[in-house]
């Protein structure tokens, strides 16, 4: 949709832009004195009514750009655009406030909200409210905002009902993640689509109480009735908290993301499979995955899983024990999903891997955040013919060409990897990317992994990659910082 006035044709997104900055300018000029007061809808359009009756202010807010406030607009790329008089800020559509508002941070469109009544209409459109995140940070712990009390208790009272995506992001203080849980529990009028809940820091949630913790995420799970996405790590959630959400969300629910749960047992997991039929990506931690919840995942003939993440961590070396997961069951998965992403990120100590990819194991993406032993990268070269991804944190000192051209030759869906502290020679690695030639759309080594050899030093390294790659490639550089 064009706009025209007068000789000027603009699109009508770059005239809500302008206008949006021309607001933003206003309020920061005019406001400037008032930094530390939140603005909250109806009792900052009084209390400016009030300073209006003091000082003058006109509710219209006609202002033109300084020379100063041109610079900085010509410098975030806005064109000139000024209001002629008759065009008069307060009678602007009600869907034009509502799209300027949409560019405009929260705390300036709260701000906004004082200008006048319609605005202050505006400002609590439902559209405004369906995507908030809430900050729950204590001060004395860190240095991120936190959402203002007093907007949180007007978003409940009069936007709860409003709200679809919703996530928390809380520090690591308990004090944060109990907020969270006092807020969830008085959601009892919502229709969420999408719950995150995130902590910057460990512990948080999992320094609640359990049964804080349950009852108010199941206050979320009874009311809302149409949960698509919920992602709940590092979470006390548990297996009865998991069926009352499959009772109430088991025909919406698309996306459950829960590593790092510690009282969701195999059960549980299995009961979300079993009756969740639009599910199409889960991530779990390892101890959950078994062999009756792949066959679950691969029997129910509304299950098409698109993505399956997998979490393998051990805290403490040699103390956790692995299971294996039987070919078979890896099997029935991908004939009943065949294009499935399976991902898996390994946090464990080289004598933990005796357990993993000693049959043929359909994984796609594998990233070793601890040391990895030539013997697994092998192993991986072996058995994961559908590997699309490798990154490779650090290894010994021994170089991995036999492994790497290992991979090469059986990996033919390989795209993308990654090696971090590792040795390879220069001709080995040369070798590995002439197999995989331009399919490897992402190659990301560091200069300090590439040995130099009889054939190759590190000037003519980037040339004869490059070669093969079909495009410009440098090793990566270590930062010097």
Request: proline residues 4%; charged residues 25%.
């Amino acid at each position: 949709m064009i706009i025209r006035r007068g000789a000027e044709t603009r699109p009508i997104k770059q005239r809500v832009e302008d206008a949006a900055w021309q607001i933003h300018v206003f309020l920061r000029s005019q406001l400037n004195a008032e930094r530390n007061v939140l603005f909250l809808g109806d009792s900052v359009y009084k209390s400016a009514r009030m300073k209006r009756g003091r000082t003058g202010l006109k509710s219209k807010c006609q202002t033109f750009p300084s020379h100063e406030e041109r610079a900085k607009r010509h410098k975030w790329g806005a064109s000139s655009f000024t209001l002629t008089p008759l065009e008069d800020w307060g009678n602007l559509p009600h869907h034009v406030v509502l799209q300027i508002f949409q560019h405009l941070s929260l705390v300036d469109r709260a701000r906004a909200s004082s200008v006048c009544r319609r605005w202050n209409d505006v400002f609590h459109t439902p559209d405004l409210w369906r995507r908030f995140e809430f900050e729950l940070n204590q001060p004395a712990t860190s240095y991120l905002r936190s959402t203002h009390p007093d907007l949180i208790q007007q978003i409940i009272k009069k936007h709860a009902q409003h709200l679809q995506y919703v996530s928390f992001k809380v520090d690591s203080c308990t004090e944060s993640a109990e907020a969270a849980c006092d807020i969830l529990s008085q959601l009892v009028n919502c229709t969420i689509k999408t719950l995150g809940l995130i902590s910057t820091a460990r512990p948080s949630f999992m320094d609640v109480s359990q049964s804080h913790f349950v009852s108010a995420l199941t206050v979320v799970f009874v009311n809302s009735k149409s949960l698509s996405s919920i992602k709940i790590d590092d979470t006390p959630v548990d297996d009865p908290s998991l069926k009352v959400l499959v009772a109430n969300n088991s025909d919406t629910l698309k996306l459950l993301k829960m590593s790092s749960c510690p009282h969701v047992s195999p059960a549980g997991i299995l009961c979300v499979a079993d009756q969740c039929h639009g599910l199409r990506e889960l991530a779990l931690n390892y101890h959950l995955l078994s062999d009756e919840l792949l066959l679950a995942l691969s029997s129910e003939k509304h299950v098409h899983l698109e993505h399956l993440r997998i979490d393998v961590v051990s805290e403490n070396p040699g103390q956790t024990h692995f299971h294996t997961i039987k070919r078979s069951s890896w099997e029935a998965l991908v004939r009943h999903s065949p294009k499935v992403n399976i991902v898996m990120y390994f946090f464990l100590y080289e004598e933990e891997f005796e357990p993993f990819f000693c049959e043929e194991t359909p994984v796609t993406h594998l990233y070793f955040g601890r040391a990895v032993s030539k013997e697994m990268l092998g192993r991986i070269g072996l058995n994961c013919p559908r590997l699309v991804e490798l990154v490779v944190c650090a290894n010994g000192l021994e170089p991995l060409d036999e492994e790497l051209i290992r991979i090469a030759e059986r990996c033919k869906c390989l795209t993308a990897i990654g090696l971090g502290e590792c040795e390879v020679t220069c001709s080995g690695f040369v070798e590995f990317v002439k197999m995989c030639g331009g399919r490897l759309t992402q190659l990301s080594i560091m200069e300090e992994v590439l040995i130099p050899d009889s054939s190759y030093n590190m000037e003519q390294i980037h040339s004869e990659v490059s070669k093969h790659l079909g495009r410009i490639w440098f090793p990566d550089m270590m930062p010097t910082w």
